[in-house]
């Protein structure tokens, strides 16, 4: 069995959303290096953010066993603006022209 090798192009941090049943006292986002805590009126908790790499990944999922809240969802999602969709890009400025101006 071979494992996929990756680029330097592929070594910036993936962006997770991890969901949990149940409400997470917002005192415990300081556990979840620069995670966004959200509360749901589901009764369900969101967190949101970076993640470097698995390493950090695991480490994030052992904390989270610790709340003792059941793991609804762990998702790996892009974020931000994709570079080949005109609608997402800045507006143009004079700081900021199109290529050609």
């Known amino acids: 069995m071979s494992t996929p090798t990756t680029g330097p192009q592929d070594r910036r941090p993936s962006w997770y959303e991890i969901r949990l049943q149940g409400r997470l006292d917002p005192r415990w986002a300081t556990r979840f290096d ?3 805590l959200t509360t749901d009126s589901d009764g369900t908790t969101l967190l949101q ?9 695991h480490g994030l999922l052992h904390r ?9 969802s762990v998702a790996r999602v892009e974020t931000g603006p994709r570079e080949d969709d005109p ?3 800045p507006p143009r400025t004079s700081a900021n022209p199109e290529p050609g101006d």
């Open 49 to 57: 953010g970076p993640v470097v790499d698995q390493a950090a990944l």
């Open 34 to 36: 620069g995670m966004t």
């Open 64 to 72: 989270l066993r610790d709340t003792g809240l059941p793991m609804v």
């Open 87 to 89: 609608t997402t890009r």
